[in-house]
């Protein structure tokens, strides 16, 4: 195994994405915070976009426990699964001013699973924890030939593998050799440090592991915007979905006029949406002008509304 670490962590120095702001820093803070971002987001659109905003508005774990949770909501617009900023903003309440230096520990605290307990390990502490993520599962697969592998035996293999003198650079090289090298729809065999004992190779079978096919189902739903004046009414959601979001309300009954429709690929599900326009005679509780709706922590569906509303001149 030491020639394949060798050969491994060779092409990582060559070819490996060692820039990246999160693996030249030992900052706890700063490595779970990209951690939670990378789920579900690619590399670069966290990059590009959100993970310095981020950090220029909270630089500390601290400062991001003192800010109201509407505020990191704010920041979080875009990404999607608002629940990875709740649950953000609830561990920086319950450990500022630092996260805890235990596997254990860091488990324990709201949405922080076994991965991401794993890496601020690895990353952060330097201990010896095996990470796992889509691309390493991804090379693992194909390393054992596993068609569709339980959590327990990816992790048991992830370990077994592990080069314990240096989890770090282990870790960081394996998801890259994913990303780089051993992709979806192409194995570079030819660079890959693990050839030589790679089931995948042998049997010249890149199907591991199994993809399910998954069909996305439609949901229709109908919007009712209600203006009164210049200002119209949200609510702020209180659901495990887009909980702490402001947004116009979804209404089996439809009054008002139809202004048009707007879609949204979840991933999960897409919606549909005919948006209809209200005008009450009365002011409601929580209303506000455009201007002011777009400082608030919005879904992107309630974004396109707003477009749409400014479209077709309802201000």
């Not at 999607?80 to 920086?92: F, I, S």
């Not at 949405?111 to 924890?129: S, V």
């Not at 002011?283 to 002011?292: A, G, I, P, S, V």
Request: net charge positive; charged share 25%; glycine share 4%.
């Amino acid at each position: 195994m030491r020639k394949i670490y060798d050969a491994l962590y060779r092409w990582y120095a060559k070819e490996g994405r060692s820039d990246l702001p999160w693996r030249n820093t030992d900052d706890p803070y700063r490595i779970y915070l990209s951690e939670v971002m990378l789920q579900q987001t690619q590399v670069k659109t966290v990059l590009e976009r959100y993970y310095f905003p981020f950090l220029k508005r909270f630089p500390t774990l601290q400062a991001l426990a003192d800010a109201p949770l509407n505020e990191v909501l704010k920041m979080w617009e875009g990404l999607g699964y608002y629940t990875r900023a709740k649950n953000l903003h609830r561990c920086a309440q319950l450990s500022a001013p630092e996260l805890p230096k235990t596997y254990e520990a860091l488990l324990a605290l709201p949405g922080i699973g076994k991965n991401t307990a794993a890496a601020i390990c690895a990353f952060a502490y330097r201990q010896k924890r095996a990470v796992m993520e889509a691309n390493v599962r991804r090379v693992l697969c194909r390393i054992y030939a596993l068609d569709d592998p339980s959590e327990k035996v990816l992790i048991e293999k992830a370990h077994k593998l592990l080069d314990a003198t240096d989890p770090f650079t282990y870790n960081q090289a394996m998801m890259d050799l994913g990303a780089l090298v051993c992709q979806p729809k192409e194995a570079r065999c030819d660079v890959c440090a693990f050839a030589p004992i790679c089931r995948a190779t042998e049997l010249n079978c890149y199907d591991f592991p199994v993809k399910k096919k998954r069909k996305v189902p439609l949901r229709h739903t109908n919007i009712v915007v209600q203006k009164y004046r210049d200002k119209f009414h949200l609510k702020q959601r209180e659901g495990r979905f887009l909980h702490g979001l402001w947004g116009f309300v979804q209404s089996e009954k439809v009054v008002g006029k139809r202004i048009g429709s707007v879609t949204h690929q979840y991933t999960h599900f897409k919606l549909e949406a005919d948006i209809w326009l209200h005008e009450v005679s009365n002011k409601l509780e929580h209303m506000f002008t455009l201007q002011e709706i777009e400082k608030l922590a919005l879904s992107t569906v309630d974004k396109k509304i707003v477009t749409l509303l400014r479209a077709e001149g309802a201000v």
